[in-house]
Nanobody, 116 residues
Framework: QVQLVESGGGLVQPGGSLRLSCAASGRSFSTYIMGWYRQAPGKERERVASIDWTKKDIVYADSVEGRFTISRDNAQNMLSPPMDTLKPEDNAIYYC?????????WGQGTQVTVSS
């Protein structure tokens, strides 16, 4: 069974940092383009970052450009983006998935709350 499990979320003050992780099991994702998505309350899920298997093709949404860094470890199936300078508008549940996303791969996500 393929699983993507996100972790690392939490409560942080504006300007703070968090490091999320995505652990994959059930298959190798080493040749997939992977991405981080988020869904804020009342909004549609959006993709915020993506990285290909070579780690050279990296794309960020304008909303996180310069603040988020995406990385991956193909050997361990981990996808770990440090998120810096967090803002209240970053409040959301964060998910990892392939690109394009596969419905069966959505996990529970990890909640990020930015508040003073």
């Amino acid at each position: 069974q393929v699983q993507l499990v996100e972790s690392g979320g939490g409560l942080v003050q504006p300007g703070g940092s968090l490091r999320l992780s995505c652990a994959a099991s059930g298959r190798s994702f080493s040749t997939y383009i992977m991405g981080w998505y988020r869904q804020a309350p009342g909004k549609e899920r959006e993709r915020v970052a993506s990285i290909d298997w070579t780690k050279k093709d990296i794309v960020y949404a304008d909303s996180v450009e310069g603040r988020f860094t995406i990385s991956r470890d193909n050997a361990q199936n981990m996808l770990s983006p440090p998120m810096d300078t967090l803002k209240p508008e970053d409040n959301a549940i964060y998910y990892c998935n392939t690109i394009p996303a596969k419905n069966g791969y959505w996990g529970q996500g990890t909640q990020v709350t930015v508040s003073s």
